[in-house]
């Protein structure tokens, strides 16, 4: 096949695609937007993220907040919240996998901003709680 016609299959391709997302409802758009950037993402993640709800108490810049983690992984977070951040800022968080637990603390780094929330990677992790977030995010099957 020479590039012409890869080029032409191409279009073909994302014309179809178009024509198909434009007769979705809106919200069907929207889920197809999520799992779409879910993949793209998922590509450049080290580690898989499974979906969770976890209570979580972060603060940032001496601002307190409680919100929940809609997903986890070894290699971070994504919190949900509506409040106003920046990439780079650092995060402090407490929660804990169980209500049989104590929570622990974390620290971390906002490293994607999303409308609905944040991504934090984890930052000087112990052993300890690398293994404890690993074998708990293992264990999750979702909610």
Known sequence: MNKSDQKLKK???VARMFELINNLSEDQQ??????IEDMTLEGKRGHSR?????????????????????????????????ESFSIGQEV??????????????FT????????NGIGVKFKDLTKYQEEIIKSTAEKMKGI
């Open 50 to 82: 499974k979906p969770c709800l976890i209570s979580v108490d972060y603060a940032v810049e001496d601002r307190a907040f409680t919100n929940y983690i809609q997903d986890i992984s070894s290699g971070g977070v994504f919190i949900e919240t509506s």
């Open 30 to 35: 929207l889920i197809l937007l999520k799992q």
């Open 11 to 13: 279009y073909d391709v």
């Open 92 to 105: 402090t968080m407490a929660f804990s996998f169980s209500s049989d637990h104590r929570p622990s603390k």
């Open 108 to 115: 971390g780094e906002i490293v994607r901003i999303k409308p």
